[in-house]
């Protein structure tokens, strides 16, 4: 009975700089190809008038002397021209990059690399940066450059650590190249020992280096099913979650550690462990700081994927996600804003899809008196499209269980749904339509609740929709019209005689783009059929072409469909088979009722319902000679021996019938 609910997770990728961590990554990390603007420009040395051109025209005399100098090892000489370097690339990134590529330079650096090498903070801070355009990724890896720079993460000097977990981090960046090489040298185990033995320490250059950890993991699993589930082997969740409650004051490692939940959260292996930490709690508290809606957005982009799990379904309402998502909505409502009216959505979405647990939606609704259920049914009555959306959807959630319907019914819910459709009859909304719908058919579904609907004018409201073009309307009308006349057999009757409903659902047993609703019709018109056992129902049917579509049921995967169809049939059979009879012949009835008797694989109510079929059938000629000409005795003689004793005492009785009409 569960209403659908849209996904809201996105992935984010992000690349590093290394000067920019105090600054807010919210922008970069929501538009990845902004992030790698914000990071192309390396901290530069002091800047002198005209040094740009200066380092255009000795770029190439800094690489053939640091090809020399890389060689010789001479420190003086070396660190200047790395300084050179590092004041080109600030200047100019890819025209320096190309330069630094087509010079071979590359190779030279895995030899500076080394725990003893005296710049090799200066190198990896090079390859991070020459790492930041997409063309160099595979040159790094194809220098040899990956497994030194993962040696380097032993280090216990911050920072080459720092420049080391940038420079992985970007080559990973969107390289399938970049992430094997890291994969194959162990890097993301070695990150993730520094990420657990740093992870309480918060001073602010302890606190840059696991921002720097977290996005180089990020870039190396993003949208990388087998990379993602490595790092949740290693146990990398409960550490992010622990980052986060220890660091909620740093906006960029918190930001980072929310981009990494949105990535995790959405491989289903991440939902246990995500389960077992303190997640729930974490961000409920952060949700609560934010005033600013891209950063609501954020925790939002995260808590979607997670709440998708019913654990974490209900610890996010024992945390308090329910009454700051009411709040948002009570600040929202009456705002043009796209900022807001984009935050109204998420949030009362995602109240609604809190409703899908068993437990949290037990636990809001309070036998009907909480205070969560009384702020959703004002959604309904609501001028917001989206509220009312909500609202229906919320009830349809809520109306999971006998207990919960009949409270609900007892308690005018009905009449408030029924108004809200009719709000939406001509040019309506659609998700508000099929919203609503869905709350009636499971309010529909207790029997005490099936008469006071009726009574209700629940059939009249509901039929008012019987135009809609919209499959999945088409699809929660039907559902709902079978659960109201389910045992109740004037309704039955009445809607049975109703010539307009039964040629609509005749129109829609057609609708093979549809399986919902094709499905749905056939349903409805047996169940029209075998609640009102009416005469009159049978020849409203039979007169629009209807009898074709129940046999054709009788041939369906599903075995309720079946069985549900056998018995219509049966009944048409003994009320009106002359009435029925040509249609019942065209239809190739007999001919389907011995493929099923004879296939092994029919369930034992089909067999028995396909006999008592095949008896009722004798009273009409043509029927009862195709019985004949088909051998049904050879194949009725054999479930004699059936192991249901249904349906071998229905076979003696058959074949009985059979020899005796023979």
């Keep these: 009975m569960p209403c659908d609910f849209p996904s809201l997770g996105h992935k984010r990728q992000c690349c590093f700089r290394s000067d ?3 600054t807010s990554l919210l922008g970069a990390l929501r538009n990845p190809s902004t992030w790698r603007l914000l990071c192309q420009e390396a901290k530069p040395c002091r800047k002198v008038p005209s040094l740009r051109y200066q380092i255009s025209d000795n770029l190439s005399d800094t690489l053939k002397k640091l090809k020399i100098t890389a060689v010789d090892k001479t420190e003086d000489s070396l660190e200047g021209c790395l300084d050179c370097l590092l004041q080109a690339l600030a200047q100019n990134n890819t025209e320096t990059s190309e330069k630094i590529q087509a010079s071979g330079i590359l190779q030279l650096f895995a030899s500076l690399l080394t725990p003893q090498s005296s710049c090799k903070a200066k190198v990896a801070n090079i390859i991070a940066e020459v790492a930041k355009n997409e063309f160099m ?5 194809d220098a040899g450059l990956i497994s030194p720079l993962v040696q380097l993460l032993n280090s216990k000097d911050q920072e080459v650590l720092l420049q080391t977990g940038r420079a992985l981090g970007n080559i990973c960046y969107d390289s399938h190249e970049g992430r094997s090489a890291v994969d194959q040298a162990g890097g993301a185990q070695i990150v993730i020992d520094h990420l657990r033995s740093l992870c309480s320490i918060t001073d602010p250059a302890n606190e840059k280096l696991l ?5 180089m993991l990020m870039n190396y699993s993003n949208e990388n099913d087998s990379l993602q589930a490595q790092l949740i082997n290693m146990g990398v969740i409960p550490t992010l ?3 986060l409650g220890i ?10 550690c929310l981009v990494a939940f949105g990535n995790l959260a959405e491989l289903e292996s991440s939902k246990e462990q995500f389960a077992s930490t303190n997640i729930a709690e974490e961000l409920v508290k952060l949700f609560k700081k934010q005033i600013e809606h891209d950063k609501r957005e954020m925790i939002f982009e995260v808590l979607a994927p997670l709440a998708e799990n019913d654990a974490i379904k209900l610890q996010l309402v024992e945390a308090g996600l329910v009454e700051c998502l ?4 009570q600040q929202k409502v009456d705002s043009d804003k796209e900022d807001d009216i984009t935050e109204l959505k998420t949030g009362s979405d995602l109240m609604v899809l809190l409703l899908l647990g068993d437990e949290s939606m037990q636990k809001l609704f309070e036998g009907g008196k909480g205070s969560v259920f009384q702020r959703v049914l004002s959604w309904i009555p609501s001028n917001n499209h989206q509220l009312q959306l909500a609202g229906a959807l919320a009830i349809a959630n809520f109306a999971r269980n006998d207990g919960n319907c009949i409270h609900m019914v007892d308690n005018g819910i009905v009449e408030k749904l029924m108004d809200l459709l009719d709000r939406h009859v001509e040019d309506g909304n659609v998700t508000v339509q099929h919203a609503a719908l869905s709350a009636l058919r499971n309010l529909a579904i207790p029997v005490i609740n099936k008469a006071k609907m009726l009574s209700a004018g629940v059939t009249e409201a509901v039929l008012k929709f019987l135009k809609s073009e919209m499959p999945p309307v ?3 009308l039907l559902g709902t019209l079978r659960m109201l006349i389910d045992a109740q057999a004037e309704a039955a009757e009445q809607l049975g005689k109703n010539v307009k409903l039964v040629e609509r659902l005749v129109e829609w047993c057609e609708a093979k783009d549809h399986a919902g609703v094709m499905g749905e019709s056939n349903r409805l018109l047996s169940a029209l059929i075998r609640h009102s056992k009416s005469k009159d129902v049978i020849k409203t049917i039979v007169q629009s072409g209807g009898i074709k579509h129940l046999v054709t049921m009788a041939t369906s995967e599903h075995v309720i469909m079946q069985n549900e169809a056998l018995v219509a049939l049966a009944l048409i059979a003994a009320l009106e088979l002359g009435t029925a009879e040509k249609d019942l012949e065209s239809a190739k009835l007999v001919q389907i009722l011995h493929r099923l008797l004879a296939d092994e ?3 034992p109510e089909i067999k028995y319902n396909s006999m008592v079929l095949i008896c009722a059938l004798m009273g009409s000629e043509s029927l009862h000679k195709e019985v004949q000409d088909l051998a049904f005795l050879d194949v009725v003689s054999k479930l004699r021996s059936h192991e249901n004793k249904s349906v071998a005492q229905q076979a003696s009785l058959t074949e009985q019938r059979l020899t005796v009409e023979s």
């Design 241 to 243: 979650v622990k980052l």
């Design 601 to 603: 694989r029919s369930a």
């Design 137 to 141: 990724r595979i040159p790094c890896v």
């Design 474 to 476: 088409q699809f929660k």
């Design 211 to 215: 921002t720097v950890f977290c996005g």
């Design 247 to 256: 660091h909620c004051q740093n906006a960029a490692l918190t930001e980072m």
């Design 20 to 22: 920019c961590w105090n």
């Design 326 to 329: 009411l709040e948002i909505v």
